[in-house]
Structure formats: C-alpha cells, structure tokens
C-alpha cells in the first residue's frame, strides 16, 4: 500500500525501479567511504584513540616553545614589546614546572618526536632535566627584568641548552 502511494510522485518512480536502487545504494557506500578516509576523519580516529595524557603533555611543551618563540620575536625583530619579555620567561618557568607530573602516567605513542620510554626508567633523572630548566627560565625571567643584553643572551643560551639536554636523553628522533 505504502510502495503504492510512494510511486505515484516522481521520488517514488525512482526508488521503486530496481536500477536506481542499486545506483542509490553505490552512492551510499561510496559517501560513508569518502567520510571515513577523510583527513578529519583519520585525525579525528587517531584523537580518540590517544591517551588525553599524552595530548596534555604536548600542550604543556608547545607552551615552552610558544613562550620562547615568542621571546625570540621580540629580539629579533626590535618589537617595541620589552616589557612582555619577562612574562614570556616566567610562562616558561611555569610550565617547566609542570613538566615532571605531565609525563608521570606511564603511556607512550611511536610518534617522531615523541617521548622515550626511558622516561619511565628513572622519573628523577628526568624530573632533574625538568628542574634544570624550571630553575633556567627563572633566571631568564630576572634578567630580562634587568635589560643587560649580553646577560640577556647568556642566559637564554642557557635556557637552550636545558631543552636540548633533555631532548637528547628522552626524545625520539625527528625523522
Ligand atoms: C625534562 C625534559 C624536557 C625539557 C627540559 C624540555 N623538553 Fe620538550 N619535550 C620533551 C619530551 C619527552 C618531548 C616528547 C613528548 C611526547 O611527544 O610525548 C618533548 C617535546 C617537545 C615539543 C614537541 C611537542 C609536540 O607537540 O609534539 C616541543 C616543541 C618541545 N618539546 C619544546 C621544548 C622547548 C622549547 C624546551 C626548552 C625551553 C623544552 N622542550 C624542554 C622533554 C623535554
């Protein structure tokens, strides 16, 4: 009864006729494909999938390095932003100081870049490193506060340093 008064209206002749069923059912499949092999889609996949721990922890060094980006913009470039340049190393100095319980969940991707598992061999060595810049950036901060430019270079070579330590130690290559 229902197909009936279905294939009265031009949608319905369409549906009823088996052809264009079959063409209606390819194009289904071949949408829910095209959404699912998406980029969105594979990231979106790959971003449940991954331990919020880990996202955390990278949010907690892409402040690090925003932070010092953002110090490196200002020197570079004369930006008439001075005053914000001690803020910037205590932003740094705040985060280094989160960086040993952000990567205290024992959990780890095969992502480039990522963490070594050695991190999890021995959490005071790498709380070391952590303190190392916490301790480095704190300096930063003070002597950005002061304007010595030769100081000011010294002690970001140091801050340099304290990541790149780190980095050696606990980093997977970069491909
Ligand atoms: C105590 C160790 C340690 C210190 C100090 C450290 N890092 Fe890292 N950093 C890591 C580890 C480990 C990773 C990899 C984390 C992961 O992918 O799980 C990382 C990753 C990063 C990443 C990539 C984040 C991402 O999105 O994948 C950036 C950028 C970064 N660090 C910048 C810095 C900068 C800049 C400094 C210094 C100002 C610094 N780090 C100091 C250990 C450290």
Redesign the pocket.
């Known amino acids: 009864m229902i197909n009936k008064g279905m294939s009265n209206g031009p949608v319905g002749t369409s549906i009823q006729s088996g052809e264009s069923m079959n063409d209606l059912r390819k194009m289904v499949v071949a949408l829910s494909l095209l959404v699912l092999l998406s980029p969105v889609a594979l990231v979106k996949a790959q971003q449940t999938e991954e331990d919020p721990s880990?996202s955390y922890?990278?949010?907690v060094?892409?402040s690090?390095?925003a932070?010092?980006?953002g110090i490196g913009d200002i020197l570079k470039n004369r930006l008439p932003l001075n005053a914000h340049l001690a803020d910037h190393a205590k932003n740094?100095e705040r985060n280094?100081a989160m960086?040993?319980k952000a990567?205290e969940k024992k959990v780890?991707?095969d992502?480039a870049?990522?963490?070594?598992d050695d991190?999890w061999k021995d959490m005071a060595k790498?709380?070391?490193?952590?303190d190392?810049?916490t301790k480095e950036?704190g300096a930063l901060a003070t002597v950005m506060g002061g304007g010595d430019g030769a100081a000011i270079m010294g002690q970001l070579q140091k801050?340099?340093k304290?990541?790149?330590?780190?980095?050696e130690?606990?980093?997977?290559p970069k491909n």
Request: proline share 0%; net charge positive; charged share 30%.
């Open positions: 880990i922890r990278r949010n060094m892409k690090i390095a932070n010092m980006g740094v280094a960086i040993a990567f780890n991707d992502k870049g990522g963490a070594k991190i790498f709380k070391e490193k952590a190392t810049l950036a801050v340099g304290a990541c790149k330590s780190c980095h130690d606990y980093r997977k």
